[in-house]
């Protein structure tokens, strides 16, 4: 077992989870090729820089890097890259203030 949480090994876990929940994992592996389709009214680059958006705020290490790869090769820049997580952080940063504005309500006037 790896002494750190993250272990590009874990992926090979993967193939028990389908065998554990194959119905589920499947309905998961489905729905997740939604960022990858080349129709629809978003653009393939678009949608995998929104999967790249997403995988930053949620800190998913395999979808990061799975997603920037499909963002490059669908013609992404570095640049678009770049501001694509900013827009991530500001969207995180922004739940972050509005939370804590609710948060006060527990403190009263």
Same mark, same amino acid.
Request: proline share 3%; net charge neutral; hydrophobic share 45%.
């Given at each position: $077992?790896? @002494? #750190?949480? #993250? ?9 028990? $989870?389908?065998? !554990? &929940? ?6 998961? !592996? ?7 389709? @080349?129709?629809?009214?978003?653009? =393939? =680059?678009?949608? @995998? !820089? ?14 990061? @890097?799975? #997603? &920037? =790869?499909? %963002? ?12 694509? /997580? ?9 739940? &972050? /203030?509005? #939370?804590?504005? $609710? %948060? ?6």
């Amino acid at each position: $077992m790896a @002494e #750190h949480y #993250h272990d590009g090994n874990d992926l090979r876990l993967l193939r028990d $989870m389908r065998k !554990l &929940a194959p119905t589920d994992f499947d309905a998961w !592996l489905n729905l997740n090729n939604i960022c990858g389709r @080349e129709d629809g009214a978003v653009p =393939k =680059k678009y949608r @995998e !820089l929104i999967a790249v958006a997403v995988a930053v705020t949620t800190q998913c290490p395999y979808c990061i @890097e799975a #997603h &920037a =790869k499909a %963002a490059k090769a669908a013609g992404a820049t570095r640049e678009e890259l770049a501001e694509t /997580a900013f827009v991530a952080a500001a969207l995180r940063a922004g739940g &972050a /203030a509005t #939370h804590g504005a $609710m %948060a006060l309500k527990f403190f009263g006037d």
